[in-house]
Every structure is written in C-alpha cells, then in structure tokens.
C-alpha cells in the first residue's frame, strides 16, 4: 500500500550525521517575492510552487540541522524511552517542529503551513531511520512512522507560537485531507488526489 510517505513528495536532501548541522541556528528563509497576495492566498498561510520549494529546503535544512546537531541527544534518548515507539517518535518530530519554527518566529518570519507540513514528512523519516538504527523500528514500519507524523503534527499544533487563526485553520484543513486520504487507500479506493498535492 503506497502510504503518506510515498506520495506526493520531493526527494529530500540527502544528510545524515555527517551532514552540515546548523548547530540550532533558523534556516535562512527567502525573501518574500515581493508581489501583492492575492486574496486568499496569503503567503503566511500558501506559498506559491516557486515560494514552496526554496523554503522547503531551507526548513528541512535546519529541522534536519537540529536533529542530528543540537536535539540529537535528546531525540535519542527519548527514542529509547518507553514501550510505545511511535509516540516517542511523534514527540522527537514534534519537539523538531516546534523548536525550528520557534526559532525563525524569534528572528521576525514565519512558515506557511504547506511548507511545513512538507518538512515535517521528511523529518518524520528521517527520524524513523534513527529509531531502526538503534533498534527500536524494524525497516518497512512505515504505518508506524506515518502515525508518528501525525502525532508530532498535533504537538506542533498545539504548542507552537505565534501560529495565526488562519495558518491553523489550513493545519486543520491538510490534517483532515491526509486523514481522508488515508481512510480511502485503506477502504481500496483510490485518493481523490494524491495524498499532499498541493500542499
């Protein structure tokens, strides 16, 4: 079954511990294209395909950064906490999204929640490979690493700052859009669309 982790997405940069950490650092976000939003098109809460894929970059860039750099002790030791695997992932990729969200909020900027969901899925496996490296995931546990996604969404949800009613209001909008997509694969039915398009 082709799940959340397949479809509808960018490979992500290769980088692992031997990468380039940012050391806790925000990613460095492009400067806004300059152009008037359009209505309903808000670049806090969409960023267009062109916006999208520079910031895309720059957020899994740093969310990866911290993962394997400053939150890499802590990411592992709440890993090997506890019986439940998929809440101590979601809670690692939470704890990521939140810190690296809190961070570019503090220097003035935001992350429209497409961008960011984008870099959460990618953050969700890259966390999944480092619960299998110590043995605490067995490979092809891709539901479980799926559900952990969605349980680090809802922390993020719930904890980061200075989200506005609209950006949570689209984070509402994309979580139900995943769950729905997900109920139809699992009924056998092919997705309306593929899972994440657009987002």
Same mark, same amino acid.
């Given at each position: 079954?082709?799940? =959340?982790?397949?479809? *509808? $997405? &960018?490979? #992500?940069? %290769?980088?692992?511990? !031997? +990468?380039?950490?940012?050391?806790?650092?925000?990613?460095?976000?492009?400067?806004?294209?300059?152009?008037?939003?359009?209505?309903?098109?808000?670049?806090?809460?969409?960023?267009?395909?062109?916006?999208?894929?520079?910031?895309?970059?720059?957020?899994?860039?740093?969310?990866?950064?911290? =993962?394997?750099?400053? *939150? $890499? &002790?802590? #990411?592992? %030791?709440?890993?090997? !906490? +506890?019986?439940?695997?998929?809440?101590?992932?979601?809670?690692?990729?939470?704890?990521?999204?939140?810190?690296?969200?809190?961070?570019?909020?503090?220097?003035?900027?935001?992350?429209?929640?497409?961008?960011?969901?984008?870099?959460?899925?990618?953050?969700?496996?890259?966390?999944?490979?480092?619960?299998?490296?110590?043995?605490?995931?067995?490979?092809?546990?891709?539901?479980?690493?799926?559900?952990?996604?969605?349980?680090?969404?809802?922390?993020?949800?719930?904890?980061?700052?200075?989200?506005?009613?609209?950006?949570?209001?689209?984070?509402?909008?994309?979580?139900?859009?995943?769950?729905?997509?997900?109920?139809?694969?699992?009924?056998?039915?092919?997705?309306?669309?593929?899972?994440?398009?657009?987002?």
């Amino acid at each position: 079954m082709a799940g =959340l982790l397949q479809q *509808g $997405m &960018q490979p #992500a940069p %290769q980088q692992g511990p !031997q +990468g380039q950490p940012m050391q806790g650092q925000p990613p460095q976000q492009p400067p806004q294209s300059g152009q008037p939003a359009q209505e309903g098109n808000d670049p806090r809460v969409n960023a267009t395909p062109e916006e999208a894929g520079p910031q895309f970059e720059a957020l899994l860039e740093g969310m990866l950064g911290y =993962l394997y750099g400053d *939150g $890499m &002790q802590q #990411a592992a %030791q709440m890993l090997q !906490q +506890g019986d439940d695997i998929t809440r101590r992932m979601g809670q690692v990729i939470g704890t990521v999204m939140v810190t690296t969200f809190n961070m570019i909020a503090q220097e003035g900027k935001t992350v429209p929640p497409n961008v960011m969901v984008r870099a959460g899925i990618e953050l969700s496996k890259a966390v999944g490979e480092m619960a299998m490296e110590i043995g605490r995931l067995q490979p092809g546990e891709d539901e479980a690493i799926e559900a952990a996604f969605m349980l680090g969404l809802g922390i993020f949800g719930k904890t980061a700052e200075g989200l506005n009613d609209a950006q949570r209001q689209r984070y509402s909008e994309m979580v139900t859009a995943i769950q729905d997509g997900k109920r139809e694969t699992m009924q056998g039915q092919p997705p309306q669309q593929p899972m994440m398009e657009g987002v």
